[in-house]
């Protein structure tokens, strides 16, 4: 038996947390080798609903999970971690842009840092999902100074898997057909699915969607404004394909990246197409097991110029928001 891979998961008793955890613990994210002990945080009024959980876990009697703690202590919840899925943090109500949760949710992620830097293992990787996520990872990134840059990653998976779907049923054709599909900039209402760039079986997307006016149009507008379309309709976030978006994401970054697909996920940048060195920013990455690197030499029409500077200017001024968070 394998050590068991140490998994700490923030807002455990949320929404997204109840459908990431039974996925986890199963064995279907960190392999089916491979057990995991599970450390669940919580904030104090959460922490009863935790409980609730937490025997619904045991009740599933899961041969890999090897242990659960659940907590409020972040430095206990953080103890030896070699994975954080940083989800705990309050959503949009239906009217709200995802950044003006910054004031509520930023602090969050000052302590968060911190305690990941004081705690966790040294291979520690952290994947952030509460929103507005790329500003909160950059906040977190810059409390833990002791933790590589590349370890940090905020989550736009779910807007390339939104993209896909969205193509796969304009071109008639499935999902799992397209591929390269990257988004650049930020998790918001502004960020940019490049179609300019993805393929549908090996070809341009133009061969099989001809309507430029749509993909220029209505397909952005639809991917960008989903995740206030669910709201809308539900009456609360995106949850199941959110989850199943993180754990995607997970296990994308633990697998060598095919080379002729890439994923989307924000990471700090190195400076690459441009973007301040740093700053959270989405672009196509590929994973060799271990880490994400951003694909180079993606050609940007003038139009994704244009409208990857337009998500790129959010993600400045979401940073100018927080400067008081951000350690000098
Ligand atoms: P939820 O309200 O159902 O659950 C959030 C949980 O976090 C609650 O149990 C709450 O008690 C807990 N929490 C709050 N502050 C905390 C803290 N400081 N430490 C630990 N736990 C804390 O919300 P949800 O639907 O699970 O969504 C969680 C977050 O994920 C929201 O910010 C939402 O906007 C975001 N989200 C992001 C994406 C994405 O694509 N990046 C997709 C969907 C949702
Ligand atoms: C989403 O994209 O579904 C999430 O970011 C939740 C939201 O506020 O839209």
């Known amino acids: 038996m394998k050590s068991p891979l140490v998994v700490s998961i923030t807002g455990a008793a949320g929404q997204i947390g ?43 009697a899961f041969p890999l999970l090897e ?39 930023g602090k969050i992620f000052i302590g968060q840092g911190q305690a990941i830097e004081r705690n966790a293992a040294d291979d520690i990787n952290i994947l952030v999902v509460g929103n507005p996520c790329n500003t909160n990872c950059l906040i977190a990134m810059n409390n833990a ?46 960020l940019y699915p490049d179609f300019e760039n993805a393929l549908i079986n090996g070809d341009p997307v133009g061969k099989y969607i001809p309507d430029r006016a749509w993909l220029e149009g209505d397909f952005i507008k639809d991917v960008q404004q989903r995740g206030a ?19 995607e994401t997970v296990m994308s970054l633990r697998e060598t990246t095919p080379a002729e697909d890439w994923h989307s996920v924000a990471v700090a940048s190195d400076g690459s197409y441009g973007v301040e060195k740093g700053l959270i920013c989405s672009f196509p990455t590929r994973s060799d097991g271990k880490t994400a690197s951003i694909v180079q030499g993606v050609e940007l029409s003038d139009f994704a110029k244009a409208k990857f500077q337009l998500t790129l200017n959010e993600l400045l001024e979401e940073k100018a928001m927080v400067s008081e968070l951000l350690p000098k």
């Open 229 to 247: 379309a669910i709201i809308a309709a539900r009456g609360l976030s995106s949850a199941a394909s959110a989850a199943h978006a993180a754990l």
């Open 67 to 105: 242990s659960i703690e659940a907590t409020s202590d972040l430095d206990h919840g953080f103890s030896g971690a070699n994975w954080a899925l940083l989800v705990g943090s309050v959503p949009r109500k239906a009217g709200m842009e995802r950044k003006d949760l910054l004031g509520i949710n």
């Open 145 to 190: 100074p002791g933790v590589p840059q590349n370890r940090w990653h905020a989550m736009t998976r779910l807007d390339e898997n939104r993209a896909k779907s969205a193509l796969a049923e304009k071109a008639g054709c499935h999902s799992r057909d397209i591929t390269k599909l990257a988004i650049w900039g930020n998790h918001s209402s502004t």
């Open 18 to 60: 109840y459908s990431l955890l039974p996925r986890i613990a199963s064995g279907q994210v960190f392999g089916y080798d491979q057990p995991v002990a599970l450390r669940l945080i919580e904030i104090e009024p959460g922490m009863k609903a935790l409980a609730g959980v937490v025997m619904e876990l045991n009740d599933c």
